[in-house]
């Protein structure tokens, strides 16, 4: 899985607690993403990340804070989770060495249930 | 920004045949275009790339696609699949930031 470390894989969380997801690198590509996978929606951009300290929203941002203090790592944080953000979420990395427009390469997912 | 559409959310086959996932994307700029399939409980994986060059890309499994972009569309096509290809589907569009949507996924199912 190209060096992509989800962690955790699983989590069930109730409503209005914080929760933060993590996504660990060890290929030193530039950009790294977050999406959510829904039925019937595939996969949906969150936040995604072009350096350092460097993010932007992606589709459905609403609810979702992003960080990245680190190359290597993305943090995913909900601030106050909703049952509507139960989903499995995935983090993916692309642009090794700068490059652009290169596939990108995706961790394993974790589940998350906001009960 | 850039969307993509997967016209079929099912595709039964029987094991051996030809199958066709469809793939039609919308955007102003130039795109890149990207096959991914995802078994179960897993990430995804990329089958087939379009960067730009051959407007056929041939990818991983046998899979290969086309890219027109006159009809803005990126097919996927194997011509004789197996049980192990049961599995979901998804196209992805990209431009320039790097920004990739993807389209709500073909599951196909292959029968023996």
């Known amino acids: 899985d190209a060096g992509i470390t989800q962690s955790p894989r699983h989590k069930v969380t109730e409503t209005g607690t914080p929760v933060t997801l993590r996504c660990h690198q060890t290929?030193?590509?530039?950009?790294m993403y977050w999406y959510r996978q829904d039925p019937g929606h595939g996969l949906r951009l969150i936040h995604y990340?072009?350096?350092?300290?460097?993010?932007d929203k992606g589709e459905v941002s609403d609810g979702y804070s992003v960080s990245r203090s680190k190359t290597e790592d993305f943090l995913l944080t909900l601030e106050s989770a909703t049952s509507s953000q139960t989903s499995v979420y995935f983090c993916?990395?692309?642009?090794?060495?700068?490059?652009?427009?290169?596939?990108?390469?995706f961790g394993q997912g974790t589940r998350l249930t906001v009960v | 920004a850039q969307s993509v559409t997967q016209l079929d959310s099912q595709v039964p086959v029987f094991e051996e045949a030809p199958v066709e996932l469809r793939c039609n994307y919308s955007?102003?700029?130039?795109?890149?275009l990207f096959w991914y399939v995802q078994y179960p409980n897993q990430g995804l994986q990329l089958l087939l790339k379009?960067?730009?060059?051959?407007?056929l890309v041939k990818g991983i499994n046998g899979f290969e696609a086309e890219f027109n972009k006159s009809q803005t569309s990126f097919h996927l096509r194997k011509p004789s699949v197996h049980i192990s290809d049961t599995a979901e589907y998804f196209c992805?569009?990209?431009?320039?930031?790097?920004?990739?949507?993807f389209g709500a996924g073909t599951r196909l199912t292959v029968k023996p």
């Open positions: 993916a990395i692309s642009g090794p060495r700068g490059a652009t427009n290169t596939e990108a390469f």
């Open positions: 990340s072009y350096g350092v300290k460097d993010t």
């Open positions: 992805a569009v990209s431009v320039g930031n790097n920004d990739m949507r």
């Open positions: 379009y960067l730009s060059g051959s407007t």
């Open positions: 955007s102003s700029v130039s795109v890149y």
């Open positions: 290929e030193n590509h530039r950009y």
